[in-house]
């Protein structure tokens, strides 16, 4: 069957180190991947786009990663902070539409 | 602009009550998305609208749900009877067009059916 996974155990760091959450998918060839954060009673709110022909993307701390071989994605938070906490969700498009599916999150915990 | 609005943000309604739940969505967006998250299914597409029309409605649960969009800056998602299978937060979201664009959305509707 097709699948997005993301890890649904929390990851609990400290402060300052490096956050690196993961998002494998089964049986699809998205054409992109976005990655999106979500804080306790808000929607998610979008943070980064890679698209098949790249295989990383920058955007200040964030990095992006893309292995359409491996079928994974991970996402980087370098120098992580106590804000950082939050969901993270990955969204790919599975059908060809360009309309993402969403995994389920991961919640990142960043301790002082 | 102010993103996209729902109303309302909280609903707390009894079993067999109709609801109803509204979405703004950002003004030039053509794409106009329903979903429902819980804690067991996540983040689930129920509905999508391109230019106010229905493209794919195959997320949508059962017959009791129904959505519509008569323009451009206006939404409908109704539940009609409620059941407390039903309690979650509904989120609406919209997207410019063009391939890729990334989702803009709301703050949610948390629905409890008693």
């Known amino acids: 069957s097709q699948k997005i996974e993301q890890n649904s155990e929390a990851l609990n760091i400290q402060e300052g180190k490096t956050a690196t959450l993961t998002c494998n998918y089964t049986?699809?060839?998205?054409?992109?991947l976005q990655w999106y954060r979500q804080d306790p009673g808000r929607g998610p709110v979008f943070l980064l786009l890679?698209?098949?022909?790249?295989k990383e993307k920058r955007k200040e701390r964030l990095k992006v990663t893309f292995d359409t071989t491996l079928k994974q994605s991970l996402f980087h938070i370098t120098a992580s902070q106590p804000a950082d906490s939050a969901t993270y969700l990955c969204?790919?498009?599975?059908?060809?539409?360009?309309?993402?599916?969403f995994g389920r999150g991961t919640s990142l915990i960043v301790h002082p | 602009d102010a993103g996209v609005i729902q109303s309302p943000r909280h609903e707390v309604t009894e079993m067999g009550q109709e609801v109803t739940l509204r979405c703004k969505p950002i003004?030039?967006?053509?794409?106009l998305f329903w979903y429902r998250q819980t804690m067991m299914r996540g983040l689930e597409l129920l509905i999508y609208?391109?230019?106010?029309?229905?493209?794919?409605d195959s997320g949508m649960p059962e017959d009791r749900f129904s959505a519509k969009m008569p323009n451009a800056s206006f939404s409908t998602l109704k539940i009609q009877p409620s059941e407390p299978r039903d309690s979650a937060v509904y989120f609406c979201?919209?997207?410019?067009?063009?391939?890729?664009?990334?989702?803009?959305f709301g703050p949610g509707t948390r629905l409890t059916v008693l």
């Open positions: 979201a919209s997207s410019p067009s063009g391939a890729y664009n990334e989702q803009f």
């Open positions: 049986n699809y060839s998205p054409a992109y």
């Open positions: 890679i698209r098949e022909n790249e």
């Open positions: 969204a790919l498009d599975t059908g060809g539409s360009y309309i993402p599916t």
């Open positions: 003004s030039g967006h053509d794409y």
């Open positions: 609208f391109n230019n106010n029309v229905p493209i794919d």
